[in-house]
């Protein structure tokens, strides 16, 4: 009797390690909170604070599903950021998930740049606010920098040469040899999902 119960016993400890990546989906209100606060600190740009929250903070997705959805956001119409809370909300609660973190973003910085917009038409001509915008502007440069970075760690670990190649030569189409943008996505998206598949095919295989 003990030798049957003992591996029943054992199977839901061998499970555990799977339930912090799969934490359990936000409510409304935490998905506004959440994205609120991530918009309310991204001074210079907000997908460093959303990758920061989603993947290492709440680990509600893990760093691989948020390039994903990052990349599929990428190709659709309007900022990237948008579209991400967007996509994101609705995955975890539905079109209410969606709107309740697209409200989040928006709302808050909405409001205070109204109030902002107000006082640079008084104030905007001072020199010591135009040398504050100034460095504000590098600072964003960093955090660009450093995002860029984090959203290619996962590549880089995992031994994906023609990914790594695909990569670099949109890089070179779209940075260096200024290709128009539209030209460039309509070769790279379907030869990277062709590449893609053919590789594990023969993984598969």
């Not at 509600?60 to 809370?85: D, K, Q, R, Y």
């Not at 006082?119 to 020199?127: A, D, Q």
Request: glycine share 8%; charged share 15%; hydrophobic share 55%.
């Amino acid at each position: 009797m003990s030798s049957d119960s003992s591996p029943a016993a054992q199977e839901p400890a061998a499970q555990e390690p799977d339930l912090p990546a799969k934490s359990v989906p936000p409510g409304l209100l935490a998905l506004f909170v959440a994205f609120a606060r991530m918009s309310l600190a991204g001074f210079g740009g907000v997908l460093v604070f959303a990758r920061r929250a989603i993947v290492d903070q709440h680990r509600w997705m893990t760093a691989e599903e948020f390039n994903e959805t990052f990349a599929l956001c990428h190709f659709l119409p309007g900022p990237n950021i948008v579209n991400l809370s967007m996509v994101f909300g609705a995955r975890l609660r539905g079109i209410a998930g969606g709107v309740a973190a697209f409200s989040g973003l928006l709302l808050p910085p909405t409001l205070i740049m109204t109030v902002l917009a107000a006082l640079y038409v008084h104030f905007g001509e001072l020199e010591l606010l135009r040398r504050s915008l100034a460095g504000i502007s590098c600072a964003a440069v960093g955090l660009l920098i450093a995002v860029v970075f984090r959203v290619m760690t996962p590549l880089l670990k995992k031994p994906d040469g023609v990914g790594l190649i695909l990569m670099l030569a949109v890089f070179a189409a779209i940075g260096v040899l200024r290709l128009p943008l539209q030209a460039v996505l309509l070769v790279a998206i379907p030869l990277s999902v062709a590449v893609t598949y053919v590789l594990r095919r023969k993984v598969a295989a």
